[in-house]
């Protein structure tokens, strides 16, 4: 089992910034990769960035060049450092943990909110 546990959310002003975190705890053994999603009202959950063991990485094209994923792995913790941020990027935002079989394990979620 893996615990996911999300903090840094919060409310922005638009063009602003914001920092997630995601604290891995549990066996990570057979965990495949690690990313965000997010959910916005009304709509499905998206990726937004996801990287693998192997280190390689993967954007949705809205957010390219605006967010970075980064991990320490010595922490087992995800960090997404959000840019430039817009009212569009209003979501909750998941933490994922995805295994060598597609088994998906989440977080509680994160509330981001970009207004003025």
């Known amino acids: 089992q893996v615990q996911l546990v999300e903090s840094g959310g919060g409310l922005v002003q638009p063009g602003g910034s914001l920092r997630l975190s995601c604290a891995a705890s549990?066996?990570?053994?057979?965990?495949?990769?690690m990313g965000w999603y997010r959910q916005a009202p009304g709509k499905t959950r998206e990726l937004v960035a996801a990287?693998?063991?192997?280190?390689?990485?993967n954007y949705a094209d809205s957010v390219k060049g605006r967010f970075t994923l980064s991990r320490d792995n010595a922490k087992n913790t995800l960090y997404l450092q959000m840019n430039s941020l817009r009212p569009e990027d209003t979501a909750v935002y998941y933490c994922?943990?995805?295994?060598?079989?597609?088994?998906?394990?989440w977080g509680q979620g994160t509330q981001v909110t970009v207004s003025s």
């Open positions: 990287v693998t063991n192997g280190g390689s990485t």
């Open positions: 994922n943990a995805q295994t060598t079989i597609s088994y998906n394990y």
């Open positions: 549990g066996s990570m053994f057979g965990i495949y990769s």
